[in-house]
C-alpha cells in the first residue's frame, strides 16, 4: 500500500548515524517533544553562519542583504507550505511565544464580561498565555469540556457559544492523546454561533504534516495558527504564527524595539504593520533560514504515506500494551489510530510511575517522555498526574516498536517484582 | 558589482534636480513620509487641476540619492498626470524592483533606471518613499477639496 | 604594547576563510550590528543538532538528559563571565526579549505619578519596552537628557531623581558613539538620590568584553543587566539577562507556557520560581548551547589587548575622516577614543546619505551600517535622521581601516562629483 | 547502565516501605509539594515533640519510586530526628545527589542509594521532594504551635 521506507528516511537525519558509530541503542519515541533535526537544516544554518552572517533589515551591504533575502526566503517558504499570504507570517521563538503575542494583542480589544474559552485538552502554552493576558483584561477564562476520550465535547462546546465569547483557543492535535480536532467543522460551529469569537489554533503537533489536511490555512474558519520548528525536523529557537491580517492590523505588539516600528520618541512611537510589528529586535536569523530548510524538506515528502506509516506503528504499540493481560493500562484517548490521530501513544499503567518506566527503558535506548506534558488539565480529566508517552516519526521502525515493548515490559517487571 | 550601475549618471542627475523642491504656498494636499529603517522623511505637496490631474507638486526630501532621484522624476515626468497615470507609473515602477524590468508608461520611461535596483531589496523602500507620499498627499487634496476620482 | 595579532584571531572565523575561497573582498565593519560567528560555536551547534537534540527538562532519557545537561552547562558558563548566581541567568530569545521581560515584571508594581527613566541614548528596545508596558500602568516616561557629546548629563540626571522614580533605564555602552557609562559613578548616584528605583542596564554592547570591567555583574550598583549572543560571536536566536533573585521573585512573567509553571488548572496556575518563571516554552537550545561556547571562547581573550587594538583602530578611522578638509562630516560623540569609549565610528558627511555611502562602499567589500541605528532620540539629538556606522571587532585590521577610508572618500567623489 | 545502580533492590525495599505511608489523624503541621516537570504529589504530616523532635511522621506520595524511596527513607531513618538533623540529612542528601558523594549524618547512611541518581540530574527533584514537604510541614507546625528552634 505504501512504499516509505523508514530506513531510507533515516538517511536524512544524521543522528542514526552519529548513534551508530557511538555504539548507542537508539530507539527515538520522543518526537512529540522534538524532532530530530534533518540533515539540510544543519547545513544550511552552519553554512549560513560561516558565509552571511550579518544582521537582517538593517544595513545595505551584501552579507546584511544576502542574509535579509535568506530570512524572508525563508517567510516564503513558510507561507507556500501553509497556502497564506506572506505578510500574514509572523517569524517568533517558538509556539509559545506566538500565543502570547497573539493572547496579549486580541486581549486589548477585551473587557470585563467577555469570555475566553479554552480547550481543555490544549498545551499549558495555549492556557497560560490566556490566563496572563486575557485575564488582566478583566476577561473570564472557561474550559471547554472534553468526552471521555479527551476530545472537545462538541455538545457542551454548542452551549458555551454567545455573542459574549470573544477568543476560543483550540489546539488542532493534541500532544498527549494525538486526537485532531476537525477545525472546519469546529470552526464553522464557532462562527455561527459565536460571531465574535476570534480562533487561535494551536498547530504545535500538527505543523508537522500540514500537506495532510489539504487545505490552505486562510481557507479553515479559524484565525491564528502557530507553530514551533523543531517538532518539524528544523531548529530550536524559531516558531511562527500565521494570523489574519485585518486582525493583526488592530493589534498591539507584546514585544517592543528594533525594526517593529516607523518612528520612536519620547513624545509618542508609531508601530509597523504586520508581520514587521511583532518581530521585535534581531530575530532568529539562521534558525528562520534553518526553519526554511526544514519545511522545504517537508514539501518533498509524501505525507500520506508517512502518516499510514506512523499509524500503523502506533496502532501496534496501543494495542500490544492495551493487551498486557495482568495489567491495570490505560492508553490516554483510547487504542483506536484508524483514523483523525497523530502517532501519540501516551499511557498509564497502574502502580508504575511514568518516570521510571522511562528511566528504565533508557537502558535499552528507548527514548519516551513521562510527565504531564505541559497538558495538566488534561491528565486531570485522564484522573491521571502523569503519563507515558512514546510518539513516533517517519524515521521510527517496528523494531523500535518491539523495543519499546520490550522495554515497557522489563520496567515494568522491575518495578512489580518487589 | 552591480552598485556601479546603481549609481549611474542619470541617477545621479535626477537626483540633483532641485526644479520640484521645497514646499508650495497653498498646497491643496500634503504628505510626509519616513522611512522607518533609516529616518529618511519626505514632505510632498500638490496642488490638483479640476479634472484632479497634478497640476503642481514639489517635494523636500532628506534623504538617499535613490529617494532624491525618484521624487525628483516624479517631479520632471508626473506634472500634468492624470491619477490614473500616477497609478500605473506607481504599479509599473513596483514591478521594476521586483522583477528588474517592467512596462512603464511612455512618460515614465525615465524610471527604468531603477532597475538597477532589484537586487538591492533593502532600498526599494526608498525609491518608492515619493510614491507612497504622493499617494497620500493626493488622498489629502481629495479629502480637502471634496474632489474624488 | 599589546601582542595580539588580529590576523591570528581571523582563524577562529571561519567567514573569512570562506570568502577568500569565494574571491570576495571582505571588510567586515558592522560587528556592532552582529558580530562573526566563532567556529567552535558553529561547531558546537551543529553536534549537538546532530548527536543529542532532544527537548531539555522534560523526559529523563540519555538525550534529553545530555540536553538538559548541555543547556543548563551553558547557564553556568554565562554565570561565571558576568561573575553572577547561576539561578540568576535568564535565558532569552535575545536582548529585546529579555528587555521587555524585564519592563514587564517590573511594571507590575507601577502606579500612575511613578517615574520611569530613560537614557535618551538608548536602543530602541530599551525605549519602546517601557513605552508599552510601564505606559500601560500609567507611570510617566522621562527622557534622561544627554550632554554634547551625547553622554548622560549627570547634573540633570541628578535633578532628575526623586522618590517618585522606580526605574531607570541605561545603555552601558551607546551602539552609535561607542561611549560607556560608568556604571558604578551613575548607579550609585541613582541608588543615593532614587532609592526606590531598579536600574536596567542594556548590556548589548558590553557583554562583549565584560572581563574589561573587572567586576562581578551583582557588585555593581545595578539590578538587570541584558544581552545578545550575536554580539558576542554568537548565535542569533539567543540572548539572557542578569537579574537581582529578590526583584525578580516579585515579578510575573511575560510569557506564558511550559516549563515557567508549578501547576496549571483553570481555577489557577502557579508560577516557577525564577529563572525557569521567565523561561516559557521550549528555550532556545542549541542556541544557548552556542552561547555557552561563545562565551566559553570569550572567557580565553585577552581583552585589555583587543580592545586596545580595537580602539588604535577607531581612533585611525575617526581621525581621518574628521580630518577630511572640504568636508562637513561630524563624527557622533567625537572623535576622542583615548578612553571610556568601545570602538564605534559613526559619522555623518552633509549631503551624503548613510545609504548611499554604505552602498557605495560595498562595492569595495566595506561593510558598514547606515540608518539611524534603532536609537531615534539620540539622532534628533544630534540634529540628525541617519549616520554611518563602522564598528570593529578584533578581527579587524589597517587594512580594514584603509579601505574603509578609501571607500568613503570614493563615495563622496561621486556623491558630491556631480 | 547506571540505570541499573538506580533500581538497585535497597531502593525499591524502601519504596515499597509501606510503614509510614498514609496521613497522621491531629497533626502539627503538613504540607503539600508537586513536581512541575512530572505532576507528581507529596503530603507530608508530622507531629513535633516539645523539644522540636519529629515525633510522627507520615507520608501520601503519588509519584516515582526515587520519591517513594526518599519519603521512605524519611520514616525509617528520621523519625524522632533533631530539627538539626533533619537539615543535615537534607544537606547532605543534595550534595550526594550533586556531587555523588557526600557525609550523611550516620543515622541517615541509608540515603547514600542515592548516590546512584547523579548523572540523572531530571530526577534529583524526585528524591528532594520528600525533604521540601518536611521542611515546609515543620515550619506549618511551628507557626501553629508558635514553637521555633
Ligand atoms: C545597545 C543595543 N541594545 C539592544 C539591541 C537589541 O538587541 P537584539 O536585537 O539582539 O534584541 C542592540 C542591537 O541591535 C543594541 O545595540
Ligand atoms: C501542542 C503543543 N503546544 C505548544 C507547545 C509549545 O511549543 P514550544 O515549547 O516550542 O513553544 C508544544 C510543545 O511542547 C505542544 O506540543
Redesign the interface.
Known amino acids: 500500500m505504501t512504499s516509505f521506507d523508514p530506513l531510507a528516511f533515516r538517511n536524512h537525519f544524521?543522528?542514526f548515524a552519529?548513534?551508530r558509530d557511538?555504539g548507542?541503542d537508539f530507539h527515538?519515541l520522543?518526537s512529540g517533544?522534538?524532532t530530530?533535526?534533518a540533515a539540510p537544516?544543519?547545513a544550511a544554518?552552519?553554512d549560513h553562519?560561516?558565509?552571511l552572517?550579518?544582521?537582517v533589515?538593517?544595513?545595505?551591504?551584501?552579507?546584511?542583504?544576502q542574509a535579509?533575502?535568506a530570512f524572508?526566503a525563508a517567510r516564503d517558504t513558510l507561507a507556500a507550505y501553509f497556502g497564506t499570504p506572506r505578510a500574514e507570517i509572523v517569524l517568533t521563538?517558538?509556539?509559545?511565544?506566538a500565543?502570547?503575542i497573539i493572547?496579549y494583542g486580541l486581549s486589548d480589544g477585551l473587557q470585563t464580561g467577555d469570555e475566553v474559552l479554552?480547550a481543555?485538552d490544549n498545551?499549558?502554552?495555549n492556557?497560560?498565555?490566556?490566563?496572563?493576558?486575557a485575564a488582566a483584561k478583566g476577561a473570564t477564562?472557561?474550559?471547554i469540556a472534553l468526552t471521555p476520550l479527551g476530545q472537545i465535547d462538541e455538545d457542551a462546546l454548542a452551549a458555551q457559544l454567545t455573542d459574549k465569547v470573544r477568543i476560543v483557543a483550540l489546539s488542532h492535535i493534541s500532544n498527549v492523546t494525538g486526537w485532531e480536532v476537525d477545525l472546519n467543522k469546529i470552526g464553522s460551529m464557532i462562527r455561527a454561533k459565536a460571531p465574535n469569537a476570534a480562533i487561535i489554533v494551536d498547530g504545535a503537533q500538527s505543523a508537522c504534516h500540514w500537506p495532510l489536511f489539504e487545505t490552505a490555512l486562510p481557507d479553515l474558519p479559524i484565525d491564528f495558527y502557530a507553530c514551533?520548528a523543531?517538532k518539524m525536523f528544523g531548529?530550536?529557537?524559531?516558531g511562527m504564527f500565521w494570523g489574519r491580517s485585518d486582525l493583526m492590523e488592530n493589534m498591539?505588539?507584546?514585544?517592543?524595539?528594533?525594526?517593529?516600528?516607523?518612528?520612536?520618541?519620547?513624545d509618542g512611537?508609531g508601530f509597523?504593520q504586520p508581520p514587521t510589528r511583532f518581530e521585535?529586535?534581531?530575530?532568529?536569523?539562521?534558525?528562520a533560514i534553518g526553519f526554511g530548510a526544514a519545511v522545504g524538506f517537508l514539501t518533498g515528502l509524501d505525507h500520506r504515506a508517512i502518516r499510514a506509516h506512523e499509524v500503523t506503528l502506533a496502532a501496534t504499540l496501543a494495542a500490544t500494551l492495551a493487551a498486557q493481560p495482568p495489567l491495570d493500562t490505560t492508553i490516554l484517548g483510547g487504542a483506536d489510530f484508524s483514523r483523525d490521530r497523530a502517532p501519540l501513544v501516551s499511557f498509564a499503567i497502574t502502580g508504575c510511575?511514568?518516570?521510571?518506566i522511562?528511566?528504565?527503558?533508557?537502558?535499552s535506548?528507548?527514548?519516551?517522555?513521562?510527565?504531564?506534558h505541559?497538558a495538566?488539565?488534561l491528565?486531570?480529566h485522564f484522573g491521571l498526574?502523569?503519563s507515558t508517552r512514546a510518539s513516533i516519526a517517519g524515521y521510527n521502525t517496528p523494531d523500535d516498536m518491539d523495543a519499546a515493548i520490550n522495554a515497557i515490559k522489563d520496567a515494568i517487571n522491575?518495578?512489580k517484582g518487589? | 558589482m552591480s552598485s556601479l550601475d546603481l549609481y549611474q549618471r542619470d541617477l545621479l542627475r535626477a537626483a540633483a534636480d532641485a526644479s520640484h523642491a521645497g514646499r508650495l504656498p497653498r498646497p491643496d494636499g500634503s504628505a510626509t513620509v519616513n522611512n522607518p529603517l533609516c529616518g529618511d522623511k519626505i514632505t510632498i505637496d500638490i496642488t490638483l487641476a479640476p479634472d484632479n490631474t497634478l497640476s503642481a507638486y514639489t517635494h523636500e526630501t532628506e534623504a538617499c540619492v535613490l529617494c532624491q532621484a525618484s521624487a525628483g522624476l516624479i517631479g520632471s515626468t508626473l506634472e500634468g498626470a492624470t491619477a490614473t497615470l500616477i497609478t500605473e507609473t506607481h504599479q509599473a515602477v513596483t514591478q521594476v524592483l521586483e522583477q528588474g524590468s517592467g512596462t512603464l508608461p511612455t512618460q515614465a520611461k525615465g524610471f527604468g533606471i531603477f532597475a538597477a535596483v532589484t537586487d538591492h531589496t533593502a532600498r526599494h523602500a526608498c525609491v518608492l518613499m515619493p510614491f507612497e507620499a504622493l499617494t497620500q498627499a493626493v488622498k489629502d487634496a481629495q479629502a480637502k477639496t471634496g474632489n474624488s476620482s
Not at chain 1, 521563538?93 to 511565544?97: F, R, Y
Not at chain 1, 510511575?353 to 521510571?356: A, F, G, L, R, V
Open positions: 544524521p543522528a552519529a548513534m557511538e548507542r527515538y520522543d517533544a522534538s530530530l533535526v537544516v544543519i544554518m552552519a553562519d560561516t558565509r552572517r550579518a544582521n533589515h538593517r544595513s545595505v551591504h551584501y552579507w546584511a542583504e535579509t533575502q524572508e521563538s517558538g509556539t509559545t511565544q500565543l502570547n493572547a479554552v481543555a498545551h499549558h502554552a492556557i497560560v498565555s490566556w490566563q496572563i493576558h477564562i472557561t474550559p514551533s523543531h531548529p530550536t529557537g524559531v498591539p505588539p507584546l514585544l517592543g524595539g528594533g525594526e517593529m516600528i516607523t518612528n520612536v520618541s519620547f512611537t509597523a521585535a529586535g534581531t530575530p532568529p536569523i539562521t534558525q510511575h511514568p518516570h521510571d522511562c528511566q528504565l527503558a533508557d537502558r535506548g528507548v527514548a519516551m517522555r513521562g510527565g504531564h505541559c495538566q488539565p491528565m486531570g498526574l502523569a522491575l518495578l518487589t
